[in-house]
């Protein structure tokens, strides 16, 4: 049973293994992976669009305005300016 499915599993990989040794060079294959990439462009492109859709019917982008300015309000430490920078008179 064993050397059956050896055999059989030899069998089916054999011509898998020739297509993809022997591709065949037409004009229309040398078009291959630009078809594959053009359709991958539509079906994203389309999902996005779909789903941009959907998140404005349902209103999430609604007052944006007003949901940026919040973190404005919050005051914190400045960690980026270095000290000397603010030794300087234009900072004062």
Do not use: C
């Not at 990989?13 to 294959?29: G, I, K, M, R, V």
């Not at 462009?41 to 007052?63: C, E, N, Q, Y």
């Amino acid at each position: 049973m064993i050397i059956f499915a050896a055999v059989l599993a030899a069998a089916l990989a054999w011509p898998a293994l020739a297509f993809a040794h022997d591709q065949p060079e037409t004009n229309q294959s040398r078009w291959v992976m630009a078809d594959w990439m053009m359709d991958a462009f539509f079906i994203f492109s389309g999902l996005a669009l779909v789903v941009f859709l959907t998140a404005w019917k349902l209103g999430h982008f609604r007052d944006l305005d007003q949901a940026a300015t919040i973190p404005l309000y919050v005051r914190e430490e400045d960690y980026y300016t270095p000290d000397w920078a603010r030794d300087e008179e234009e900072w004062r």
